[in-house]
């Protein structure tokens, strides 16, 4: 028996549509990142990205468990010195929700170079509307 490897022009990208607002934000940011991967197919090929495209709804209702909510802290330095910029979660769903789920699924991916290319394919909507229903994308319960 031999280990099948995909090859590029074999790639197959569906499309999917997750509601944000039906799971904590760690699971989400599992399922989502899974679904970039590729790693639900059976075809799955680590070097070759092979994942679909994944549309977030509701973003702006996102949950967390706990206290996350005013003890997550988002940091970013703008390479000054005294210039570390620090947010809290409830800050960041304010000004941006889509902020938190990107952050979310991009450190659950791995850091090598497809991960740039996998977290291009990932769609974040504030509400309910969309604009990819001509992909007709399947919805994950």
Do not use: C
């Not at 549509?17 to 075809?43: F, H, N, Q």
């Not at 000004?95 to 497809?114: D, F, Q, T, Y």
């Amino acid at each position: 028996m031999k280990t099948y490897s995909q090859k590029a022009n074999e790639i197959k990208r569906e499309w999917w549509l997750i509601d944000a607002s039906s799971l904590p934000l760690g699971k989400l940011a599992v399922v989502i990142a899974d679904k970039l991967m590729g790693k639900s197919k059976i075809t799955y090929t680590p070097h070759i990205d092979n994942g679909d495209y994944v549309v977030v709804v509701n973003a702006k209702n996102i949950q967390v468990t706990g206290d996350k909510m005013t003890k997550k802290m988002y940091y970013r330095h703008s390479g000054f010195p005294g210039g570390l910029k620090e947010l809290k979660l409830e800050e960041v769903i304010e000004k941006n929700p889509s902020v938190a789920i990107r952050e979310a699924v991009k450190g659950m991916l791995p850091k090598n170079k497809l991960a740039a290319d996998r977290l291009a394919r990932l769609r974040i909507f504030d509400g309910v509307e969309h604009t990819h229903a001509a992909q007709n994308p399947k919805e994950i319960k």
